[in-house]
């Protein structure tokens, strides 16, 4: 009887917990089945995936439905990021949001297309107003396509709150999705917090591959792992869908110790102003070195993701006495779909504790406040809460001003720290001509030792720049114009047939910032594909947009474009139509 009640009283708490996502209201946002290319919060680079990628088969074009009665309450157009991308808002209180679009249904897409003339921009974001652009369930509102940074045609959906703007994974909301299917790990890693933990005696952290064997899931060692003071654990995996097998995020991780539950976390919802935190839910240096994202069952002090449950001392076990502890790894999907990894290790004691003395930093960073540093031509400006953690800061500068550069190379702090956020680095340059000035940005020196574009605006004759890592800065600068190159039209070319004006442009440094054309002095909407470095102008033949609806059929085209080092680039045409 006992057990009877224990049972109803979870299965009521955990019907409970579905009940606040409503399971029927929504509809899929496609008309075909829906196969996954990517799942909810699944790991990226700086950033947790914000919602489902479904699979359009390599093809364009397809309707993408509103799954429920609302209103579109933003249009944003781009070349970068979700490119094309609609969101609409319901009455339930929930956001839906549809990117990587091709193109809008035709009252969104004059709405937006007005807006583009009226302000002369591609690049745009919009907010209509409630009652502007209405919407009903399973209308056709846009059609799926390969636009910002997409590697590939999909539909990229999610579903936010409208409140708090955090997004959620749509399987909550029961978006039909078929999967039978257990998460597959891979790898464990073992960290040691401190110079005095260890791991079978040292103090560097180990990874072990993994097999199944008549017993289950174990790590491949010859001997019973041996720890040895403070501890914690990660795993590296990735879950998979009964229709497609491939390699999508994992949901749900829990850790025991001895049966005890000391870790857990959950991807339900995660914030857009907390995402760059998968640098700390991950082991980031690991990341850097080899792009593997190893989950880390271990929560830094500043670590203020909301995917954490029933964490104790952070994840971090102590392994103080000789006694065989039990660690169990059960790994989930949001269908309930489980792996276990079970494994023993040997804890010891600790030897004497070792006096250790880092006299190489410059001053402490205390996570939860603002800090700066300041030296010879340098600022380091950070916001309290963008580091994770305490940190002895670093910092030191090369001998000389490298050959083309404009100042010392400085290396603050190290790379392998994620931040949260962007702080603001301020360098004085060496003196440099006036006509120069404008020309003067940031570089970030890589692993490779390529630089990197960082930014950068001039500031009291210094460049300052906001930046989101810590590393090698150097002063560089670029006065390269960008290249534009013609594709399907010249000087006296007849253009009567062509269906769009094409450009093949590029930058050597600093990238694209802006661009825009006229024909015969009206402007004319050009649209960006950075990705193929692109620029088309689609040729309108409507009363309203053709600015070829003149009695002359001798025309002229004038396009700028502009890198981010104030490089302007002016091409000019004369063509027939």
């Known amino acids: 009887m006992r057990l009877l009640i224990l049972l109803y009283f979870i299965l009521v708490g955990t019907i409970a917990a579905q009940e606040e996502f409503p399971k029927n209201y929504f509809r899929s946002p496609v008309d075909t089945t829906i196969i996954l290319a990517g799942n909810f919060a699944e790991l990226r680079p700086n950033h947790f995936h914000g919602g489902l990628d479904i699979k359009t088969f390599s093809r364009e074009g397809l309707p993408v439905y509103a799954i429920a009665d609302g209103y579109v309450s933003r249009i944003k157009i781009s070349s970068y990021g979700y490119g094309r991308v609609l969101y609409v808002t319901h009455p339930n209180g929930y956001v839906s949001v549809y990117a990587h679009l091709s193109s809008f249904a035709d009252s969104i897409g004059a709405y937006t297309k007005h807006e ?10 919009l907010f209509p107003k409630p009652k502007e652009l209405l919407i009903k369930k399973g209308q056709v509102i846009a059609f799926s396509g390969n636009t910002g940074h997409s590697s590939g045609p999909h539909l990229h959906f999610e579903i936010r709150e409208e409140k708090s703007e955090k997004a959620l994974n749509p399987l909550l909301f029961g978006m039909p999705v078929t999967d039978n299917a257990k998460p597959q790990l891979e790898r464990l890693k073992i960290f040691p917090v401190n110079k005095n933990a260890t791991i079978n005696k040292i103090n560097n952290a180990h990874e072990y591959s993994l097999k199944n064997t008549p017993q289950g899931l174990k790590p491949v060692t010859p001997d019973t792992i041996k720890l040895s003071g403070n501890i914690y654990f990660g795993l590296q995996g990735y879950d998979t869908e009964t229709r497609r097998g491939g390699k999508n995020g994992i949901y749900s991780i829990e850790l025991q110790v001895n049966n005890k539950r000391i870790f857990l976390s959950e991807l339900n919802k995660v914030g857009f102003d907390q995402t760059r935190a998968i640098n700390t839910f991950t082991d980031y240096p690991t990341y850097l070195k080899t792009g593997r994202l190893i989950h880390r069952s ?20 102590n392994f103080t006495d000789n006694a065989v502890y039990t660690i169990k790894y059960t790994v989930k999907d949001i269908y309930g779909n489980a792996t276990v990894l079970e494994f023993p290790v040997k804890s010891e004691r600790p030897g004497a504790e070792k006096k250790i003395v880092d006299s190489a930093y410059t001053k402490l960073f205390r996570c939860t406040e603002p800090n700066k540093f300041e030296s010879e031509n340098i600022l380091v400006d950070l916001p309290a809460n963008i580091l994770y953690d305490d940190i002895y800061f670093r910092y030191s500068t090369s001998k000389n001003v490298p050959v083309g550069c404009y100042s010392k190379i400085y290396h603050i702090h190290s790379s392998e720290v994620p931040l949260n956020d962007a702080y603001t680095l301020t360098i004085q340059p060496i003196p440099v001509n006036d006509s120069l000035k404008k020309h003067l940005i940031l570089a970030r020196i890589n692993k490779a030792g390529s630089k990197e574009y960082a930014g950068g605006e001039i500031a009291d004759n210094k460049v300052v720049a906001k930046v989101k890592q810590f590393g090698a800065y150097v002063i560089f600068i670029d006065t390269i114009a960008p290249a534009i190159k013609p594709v399907n039209i010249s000087a006296g070319k007849n253009c009567s047939k062509l269906k769009q004006i094409a450009f093949k ?3 050597n440094f600093s990238g694209i910032k802006s661009f825009s054309a006229y024909i015969d002095d009206n402007w004319v909407l050009m649209e960006y594909e950075h990705k193929k470095n692109m620029l088309y102008y689609i040729i309108d033949k409507s009363a309203q947009y053709n600015p070829l609806n003149n009695k002359s059929k001798h025309h002229t085209l004038v396009l700028y474009v502009t890198d981010n080092a104030a490089n302007t680039k002016k091409y000019s045409v004369s063509f027939i139509m």
Request: aromatic fraction near 12%; hydrophobic fraction near 35%; proline fraction near 0%.
């Open 116 to 125: 583009q003339y009226k302000q002369k921009l591609f690049t745009i974001e």
């Open 505 to 507: 442009v590029g930058d």
């Open 298 to 317: 271990y929560v830094e002090t500043n670590n203020k993701l909301g995917v954490y449950k029933d964490v104790v001392n952070k994840g971090i076990v």
